[in-house]
């Protein structure tokens, strides 16, 4: 048992010959009291099967880790499967079925996940010991789960206007008083989310592992889950997907509603009871698996960047290699504001694993490729820090904004990454004075990778000479055929007509006094202000509303650029 464990109500109800265990796991700002009916439901079908259902800290402001949930639920599931034994009769159980709704589904199947021996969340690579009764779960029904996690970024089909609104504004003042952590760890693409969806691919892709038989039931009027976001557990074998008509996300507890609540006791008894080989599953569009695919290269843009030579790499790649699938996915328009905020940032952090988890649900055999230019680079360098299941066998880096002292050697080493690809321009100015001034002060994980290069080892093996140009040097179209032969390969083939031994003195001057051009603009926009304000007193507006005015400018100056 855990020193201190997040969980209360965790004391078995026994039942009958209790030659089964149930464990039941209540939704976001629900209590387990809120699924009583289906704890209901689960004895009247299984009568001889004893029941857990605990109850952990889920409110709205609630700081709660999801994985420390889930951790020590692993504990608490083998306590009861212990006690179990230490009966008079000595009998174990025959088998273990875990039911969630909602965020507790997802908990569920990071408990099941974690008894595997797979913990991304802890442990590099995410290997620990097997608990032994994992493999006597066969059976986990999933109620509206939210499977791929939580997203305000679009609002979903059956939302209406209003309240996608309200949740918005509520989630952000969850971030803005740094409270509602549990809700925030369980955002699309978080590490919680992302390492768990990862780890149920690999587990799934096991040839000594079968999968538990998972059923989603998920209702037609459910306003935060979408049939698409089932991906990860849709393309294994042992799923299926049973939709339950006039159902919304919290009511499909709800059985005892008059008419439609019997109808969705018999769905969920009808997941819960009936042979799987037997259950009438429901399609989910466009969740097939192409073991055809043996490389997924991906693409990033950077900020300010429409894009467009993504496109005419995807071409090259393409053309050498003929079953590649190249995801060229853009997170959109990202203005210099949003880029120097931590939080924006990992948005687009976020944004990129839920893409990378969906590109290995549909291609779990292929070897992962990534090039990267500016913010882009950004993206992957975040990614393997935070996500520790996330792997990816050869990066290609142009205009990084990388720190140099990225630890690619420690990524080498657990076998994450096999080769980094860093090409360096020679006058990239960008880098250097911008990133660099962040660098300097070691306050940020932006740095000047793109003008210093990487310290590592490993990062810096493939660096040599420098691109003839600025931010986007390594860009030019002559270079995209050996951006593209790395990507598929490994190996590094530079056009020696693009490369100069030297960087600008000039830049690499500039570059070092990266902190005067900050503050040379810093003054340069408080003697505007002072300028502006006092231009606007001559129409007699007060000196509080200029300056105002005047910061709104320079943001909105910050958001355009």
Not at 40 to 55: H, I, R, T
Not at 106 to 135: E, F, N
Not at 294 to 305: A, L, W, Y
Request: with cysteine; glycine share 6%; charged share 20%.
């Amino acid at each position: 048992m855990p020193k201190k464990t997040l969980l209360t109500n965790t004391t078995c109800e026994q039942n009958g010959s209790s030659s089964q265990l149930v464990v039941l796991l209540h939704a976001y700002t629900h209590t387990s009291q809120q699924i009583d009916e289906v704890r209901s439901a689960v004895k009247e079908s299984l009568p001889n099967a004893d029941l857990l259902v605990p109850d952990y800290p889920a409110g709205i402001f609630a700081n709660t880790n999801p994985s420390r949930v889930a951790e020590n639920l692993v504990q608490h599931i083998e306590d009861a499967v212990t006690q179990r034994t230490n009966r008079l009769d000595h009998q174990s159980y025959d088998r273990i079925l875990l039911v969630g709704h909602s965020a507790g589904a997802l908990i569920l199947r990071k408990t099941y996940v974690m008894a595997m021996g797979y913990d991304s969340d802890h442990v590099m690579l995410g290997k620990t010991p097997q608990r032994a009764w994992a493999t006597k779960v066969d059976r986990i029904i999933l109620m509206a789960s939210i499977n791929r996690g939580f997203s305000l970024a679009q609002r979903p089909e059956d939302m209406n206007w209003i309240k996608f609104q309200l949740q918005r504004l509520g989630f952000a003042l969850l971030a803005l008083t740094n409270t509602g952590r549990f809700i925030r760890r369980l955002q699309r693409g978080s590490p919680f989310v992302a390492n768990l969806r990862i780890d149920w691919i690999r587990l799934s892709q096991n040839s000594t592992v079968v999968l538990p038989q998972t059923i989603q039931l998920l209702g037609d009027l459910d306003d935060v889950v979408c049939e698409e976001d089932n991906v990860d557990v849709a393309t294994d074998q042992n799923f299926k997907y049973l939709k339950v008509r006039d159902t919304g996300h919290e009511s499909i507890v709800r059985f005892q509603e008059p008419e439609i609540g019997a109808y969705r006791k018999a769905r969920f008894q009808y997941a819960l009871m009936t042979p799987f080989e037997a259950i009438e599953g429901d399609i989910i569009p466009d969740a097939t698996v192409d073991l055809s695919v043996d490389q997924v290269v991906f693409i990033m843009h950077g900020i300010r960047d429409t894009g467009l030579w993504t496109n005419a790499v995807r071409q090259a790649i393409e053309a050498q290699n003929k079953t590649a699938y190249v995801s060229v996915a853009g997170y959109g328009y990202f203005p210099m504001l949003w880029f120097l905020l931590l939080g924006a940032r990992q948005t687009n952090v976020r944004w990129f694993m839920d893409e990378y988890t969906e590109a290995i649900a549909r291609h779990p055999k292929a070897a992962l490729s990534y090039i990267g230019h500016s913010n882009g680079t950004y993206l992957i360098a975040s990614a393997l820090e935070r996500c520790r299941a996330c792997t990816m066998d050869r990066i290609a880096f142009a205009g990084s904004v990388v720190r140099s002292d990225y630890d690619w050697d420690g990524l080498v080493s657990q076998g994450r990454v096999q080769a980094i690809r860093n090409d360096v321009a020679s006058a990239d100015w960008i880098v250097g004075i911008f990133p660099g001034f962040f660098e300097l002060l070691r306050f940020s994980d932006l740095g000047t990778a793109g003008h210093n290069g990487f310290a590592a080892h490993e990062g810096k093996k493939n660096t040599v000479a420098y691109f003839k140009g600025g931010h986007g040097a390594a860009l030019q179209p002559q270079n995209h055929n050996s951006l593209a032969h790395f990507a598929l390969t490994g190996e590094v083939v530079r056009e020696e007509t693009l490369l100069v031994k030297q960087q600008s003195n000039v830049v690499a001057m500039v570059s070092k006094l990266c902190w005067a051009v900050w503050a040379a603009i810093a003054i340069a926009l408080l003697l505007l202000g002072f300028a502006i304000v006092s231009l606007l007193a001559l129409l007699s507006v007060p000196a509080g509303v200029s300056w105002l005015l005047y910061a709104c400018l320079v943001l909105l100056l910050l958001y355009t650029l």
